[in-house]
């Protein structure tokens, strides 16, 4: 059977964007900016993103295009003794990654129900932590299943399933390019909206005011780099497989300049509405911008819905804010699961729609530890050692084996063949050297912080037989996958 192609290169720009644009962009990257000098953020964040982002894309896109494989057919015909990372790649984030995310999804659904009549009451946090998450006393206290989270929870896996079982034109593009135009238009709603409000500019200027003095201290830098890499969905095997779909002739440099751009310009568009909103609340309830602010998971199902309790026409905005959230997170979660659906078709001769039955069956059944009392602890300790780690290491791993044990200047010759935008010595230099030194930076000072201190001050068995077990299992079924014979002929 042939390889299915993406219709148009339109097409696969809205899916890459669609992959790369998910919950972090609208919560994590207006957090991280306020958190790290405001507008000063921007200085490090468009360096990392030029330096970082743009030429590892280039990269994944050149790896899918030049071997028209997945992730890890890919790494097989570079160097078949890597096979087993392309695996590792696609493995974690699909039984890691995923599963978790998805029910990150399935709250967000929740809570654009919830939204209608704003249910969470007067205090949002007391309503997420208790009665909806019905959070434990810790992650060794798993508890029971949270229904209305699991029912949510079979509703995004049912619409996963649905999008990549009809294939790449019929399934993940046409739902790209549904869910893109979407997001862009009620981002706008609400950037414009909460524009108007009364004490909006007290959260732009907490959001965007620069405090150049922070550009001095490495975390800055650090976090700034770390954000471009995960924002871009970088070290996924996603963006691999989305380019093993091109045709022949497609601008590859182009392609990566348009779909990081537009990932990152939405990040910093988005954040204009959070931080408006925040601004209104810290006006309507006389207190400093920085006690309305909370961090990550807390500033979209607390700190939001105080403000939205407080606001005319609350439920309305909510409605809009979790729908957005919804569309962002099915996107990327559509992504990795044809990620690895990809990898599965390309090394044994098994049936696409049967594949992406059987792991949509798994990733539910995956999903549900997540969604019990103790869940949230899980959830927060898997993404800790997966995103830190885990991506990371694989990001630096590729850089290093298309650099170091296959002939890179092949890799920029193809690069240029197809691409109107040429690369040049600058880019084998970023490849070869200065990316594999970042991110060894960043993995050293995780690996330093981790031994310095437990992570989160949870017990050093909660993150070992939870985290650090969650790498190596995956890491043993990519080794394992990686070793099984090719059931079908390599091209």
Not at 286 to 306: C, M, N, R, W
Request: aromatic share 16%; glycine share 8%.
């Amino acid at each position: 059977m042939a390889r299915e192609v993406w219709k148009n290169q339109f097409g696969f720009i809205l899916a890459a964007v669609g992959s790369a644009v998910g919950l972090g962009n609208i919560w994590r990257f207006s957090y991280m900016t306020y958190e790290n000098g405001g507008g000063a953020f921007l200085i490090p964040y468009l360096i990392a993103l030029f330096t970082v982002g743009i030429p590892l894309m280039i990269l994944e896109f050149s790896l899918g295009h030049r071997f028209i494989a997945s992730a890890p057919l890919a790494f097989f015909k570079l160097n078949r003794r890597w096979e087993w990372l392309g695996w590792w790649a696609v493995t974690f984030v699909m039984f890691g990654i995923v599963l978790y995310y998805s029910v990150i999804i399935s709250w967000c659904l929740n809570y654009l129900f919830l939204s209608f009549t704003l249910a969470w009451g007067n205090d949002p946090g007391s309503y997420f932590f208790g009665e909806f998450l019905g959070l434990s006393k810790g992650p060794g206290e798993l508890g029971s299943v949270q229904i209305p989270i699991l029912l949510g929870l079979a509703v995004i896996w049912f619409l996963n399933w649905v999008i990549v079982h009809r294939g790449v034109q019929d399934g993940i593009e046409i739902a790209n390019k549904i869910f893109m135009p979407l997001l862009l238009i009620l981002t706008t709603i609400l950037v414009f909206w909460s524009m108007t409000l009364e004490g909006s500019n007290v959260g732009l200027r907490a959001y965007l005011t620069p405090d150049f003095s922070v550009l001095s201290k490495p975390k800055v830098w650090v976090d700034a780099f770390s954000q471009i890499f995960f924002t871009l969905s970088l070290g996924f095997g996603i963006m691999i497989a989305y380019a093993s779909y091109l045709p022949e002739r497609a601008n590859l440099t182009r392609n990566a300049f348009i779909t990081a751009i537009l990932n990152c310009g939405f990040s910093i568009f988005s954040g204009l509405a959070v931080f408006s909103i925040l601004g209104y609340m810290s006006v309507e309830t006389h207190k400093p911008i920085e006690e309305v602010v909370k961090q990550s998971i807390g500033l979209a199902f607390v700190a939001y819905p105080a403000a939205l309790s407080l606001l005319p026409g609350g439920a309305l905005f909510g409605v809009l804010f979790f729908t957005s959230l919804v569309v962002a997170g099915l996107s990327s979660s559509v992504s990795i699961i044809e990620a690895f659906s990809s990898a599965a078709v390309d090394k044994f001769p098994w049936n696409r729609k049967r594949i992406v039955t059987i792991i949509s069956l798994l990733g539910l059944a995956g999903s549900v530890v997540f969604s019990t009392n103790g869940g949230l602890f899980w959830l927060d300790i898997v993404d800790h050692f997966l995103t830190h780690f885990g991506l990371i290491m694989v990001g630096l791993l590729e850089a290093i084996v298309v650099s170091w044990f296959y002939p890179i200047e092949a890799m920029r010759k193809h690069i240029n063949t197809v691409s109107e935008m040429k690369v040049g010595a600058w880019w084998s230099f970023l490849i070869k050297y200065f990316i594999p030194a970042i991110l060894t930076i960043i993995i050293v000072g995780d690996l330093i912080n981790a031994f310095k201190k437990p992570y989160e001050g949870y017990s050093w068995q909660a993150l070992i037989f939870i985290g650090v077990d969650w790498l190596v299992l995956t890491l043993l079924l990519a080794l394992f996958l990686s070793k099984s014979p090719w059931e079908k002929e390599v091209p």
